[in-house]
């Protein structure tokens, strides 16, 4: 248990729908990030929110809307995605930007 | 800048050593190395933030080489509890953010 915790672990979606990734951190961090995980890929930032203010953006569709209402919780709302967009989605949150990451588990994305 | 990891992938027997690398185009203030075994989230070993620093953890250790911008990972007499990828984040002096290599997978067969 890491202290960050996201929902839904597994989440199949059509091209069409409309659906949200919730992460929810309970360490008192300031930082949150949302990543993406494909087979035999890196580790890819999407999204860096430090004291609720994005702070980077790595040129992520934007079918993909990131949502940070405070510093514990971090929303990724998903629609019109692409069977490309499948893949492991991570979050993570920091002390600080330059800090040492703590990961959720993951939400594993199948779009058919 | 992403940096650079090598080996890509190593394949290792029980009880043998293994050396992963990890380099950088720009100057350092900070390297993070974290494991994620498959199917699991990616968890912090360790963080060397000064040159020439050294850190074990266990049989795994890490050494810093500020001159040269890059960290190496040491894993002796590894264990088949010791199989995953492991990622090297690093932090560049001013930027104040990490950014992660492309990984390395490690298979440990007995």
């Known amino acids: 248990e890491t202290g960050v915790t996201q929902t839904p672990r597994h989440l199949v979606m059509g091209m069409t729908n409309k659906k949200s990734l919730k992460c929810e951190q309970h360490l008192g961090h300031n930082a949150m990030y949302w990543y993406k995980q494909s087979a035999k890929k890196p580790l890819e930032l999407m999204f860096v929110?430090?004291?609720?203010?994005?702070?980077e953006n790595n040129s992520v569709p934007s079918r993909f809307s990131p949502e940070c209402p405070n510093s514990s919780h971090l929303f990724l709302h998903l629609h019109t995605l692409q069977p490309e967009d499948s893949a492991l989605y991570l979050c993570?949150?920091?002390?600080?930007?330059?800090?040492?990451?703590?990961f959720g588990a993951g939400t594993r994305l199948s779009v058919l | 800048q992403q940096p650079v990891q090598s080996p890509q992938a190593v394949i290792l027997r029980e009880g043998e050593d293994a050396v992963i690398n990890c380099s950088s185009s720009k100057a350092l203030y900070s390297v993070h190395w974290y494991r994620q075994k498959h199917g699991e989230a990616p968890v912090f070993l360790m963080i060397l933030l000064k040159g020439g620093e050294q850190k074990g953890h266990e049989k795994i250790s890490a050494s810093f080489n500020e001159k040269k911008q890059q960290s190496s990972l040491y894993l002796t007499a590894s264990q088949l509890s010791y199989s995953g990828t492991y990622f090297c984040?690093?932090?560049?002096?001013?930027?104040?953010?990490?950014?992660f290599g492309q990984g390395t997978r490690l298979t440990i067969n007995p």
């Open positions: 929110y430090n004291f609720k203010e994005q702070t």
């Open positions: 993570a949150s920091s002390q600080d930007p330059a800090n040492i990451q703590y």
């Open positions: 984040g690093t932090e560049s002096q001013g930027a104040q953010k990490l950014v």
